[in-house]
């Protein structure tokens, strides 16, 4: 899920991740850009046509509704309390992955409703990375550790 993305390029590179990576679809949320966007286009070449997706205007709802269905929900932010993605026990079934806004990060209703939160180590001096970048990463970790 991306809530509250605010670079459409960014979302342009998660629909090219969730077509390289076979992904069941994405989500976004609140003020995300989605198509028709240029720059989404651009960005995603033509794997918005093949990606499914869907819009939602209300993160926290839809997240409280997909973990009553039995999501497990997985935060993408570097926390006081987020463990290594590397060595996190992840759970099999459906996982909905949240990689939050740009500069904000995931909010705290958000976070608050997840069941962890995960962060990819920083071996340098930056403490992030671009979230396109960091959710391409995450992506791949989780599907590594899955198969």
């Not at 809530?3 to 629909?15: E, K, L």
């Amino acid at each position: 899920m991306l809530p509250d993305w605010v670079d459409p390029r960014n979302v342009g590179s998660a629909f090219r991740l969730a077509d390289a990576a076979g992904l069941a679809g994405i989500v976004l949320a609140g003020s995300t850009p989605a198509p028709p966007n240029p720059k989404i286009a651009k960005t995603a070449r033509s794997t918005v046509r093949s990606v499914s997706y869907r819009e939602v205007p209300d993160a926290v709802a839809y997240v409280e509704s997909e973990r009553a269905r039995g999501s497990y929900v997985l935060a993408l932010e570097l926390t006081d309390t987020s463990a290594s993605l590397f060595t996190y026990p992840v759970p099999t079934g459906n996982i909905l992955l949240i990689a939050g806004n740009e500069s904000a990060g995931i909010p705290a209703n958000l976070l608050a409703l997840s069941h962890a939160s995960v962060h990819l180590p920083m071996h340098g001096q930056n403490t992030s990375m671009n979230v396109s970048v960091a959710l391409g990463a995450a992506v791949y970790v989780l599907l590594m550790k899955l198969q």
